[in-house]
């Protein structure tokens, strides 16, 4: 379990996230939904380590991770940014078998069975095919589905997303989420996005992030009974469940 305890950080004199406390289970899929500049970005940097918090703290699994290396730390959270800039021509196999890497030696190479685990879950993602191309030689939403495989490769506790469907297509959107839904069998999944029908059905809980503060509501039915949305955009909105597949659609009235 991810815990933050009364968390707070600023820029300068601009108050980015204040007295947060919310709790990330594994098996749980997390989706976080905030403005630019909100904050999302923020508390992603607080949960790897890159920022300190001014005040409150982050454990996981009651480890404070002010305590641990980076290689414990890449043990419990991988990221997977938003954009990706290959600045090496590695292989698409080379960059997932990189996911193994936090379990070897400096002076270790990958086994066989590193390079076959990658292949299958590459095949997984149907982009087996991709396995020689260099990273800088496929489409960005390749890429974003590259990066997946590698995390899946580190296998961490849970998996960070910066709005990991943004730069994929809607058939590539569809199989992601999808396969989110998957991948919570084995890791605590925490994404952030822009697009309220991914959150309402892919999540098994929301986090709505506005004016510094962050509000975590447990359920998709207990955001919908709060009008938390509504409050979040600012603006009336119409949300209705598809009988047909139970699927949510939303748009602003």
Do not use: W
């Amino acid at each position: 379990m991810i815990r933050i305890e009364n968390l707070s950080f600023s820029y300068e004199r601009a108050k980015v996230l204040e007295n947060v406390s919310i709790n990330f289970e594994e098996n749980r899929i997390y989706s976080v939904m905030g403005r630019n500049g909100s904050g999302k970005t923020t508390l992603f940097r607080l949960l790897l380590g890159i920022l300190k918090a001014e005040e409150g703290s982050i454990s996981i699994n009651n480890m404070d991770i002010k305590n641990l290396s980076r290689r414990e730390l890449a043990g419990c959270i991988s990221y997977i940014p938003q954009i990706s800039h290959q600045e090496f021509p590695f292989s698409v196999l080379d960059t997932v078998i990189m996911g193994a890497m936090r379990n070897m030696s400096i002076l270790a190479r990958p086994s066989r069975s590193d390079e076959k685990r990658a292949e299958e879950i590459l095949s997984s993602f149907g982009i087996l095919k991709l396995k020689d191309k260099k990273m800088n030689e496929i489409s960005g939403g390749e890429r974003q589905l590259v990066l997946l495989s590698r995390s899946m490769m580190q296998d961490s506790a849970f998996i960070l997303l910066d709005e990991p469907a943004s730069s994929l297509d809607y058939c590539n959107q569809e199989m992601l989420m999808k396969r989110l839904c998957e991948i919570k069998k084995n890791a605590g999944i925490i994404f952030t996005t822009h697009n309220p029908e991914h959150a309402l059905n892919y999540s098994d809980s929301v986090v709505l992030v506005k004016d510094a503060s962050v509000s975590s509501y447990e359920s998709v039915s207990s955001l919908l009974e709060s009008r938390a949305l509504e409050n979040f955009f600012d603006q009336e909105m119409v949300i209705r469940k598809l009988d047909e597949n139970k699927r949510y659609i939303c748009y602003l009235r």
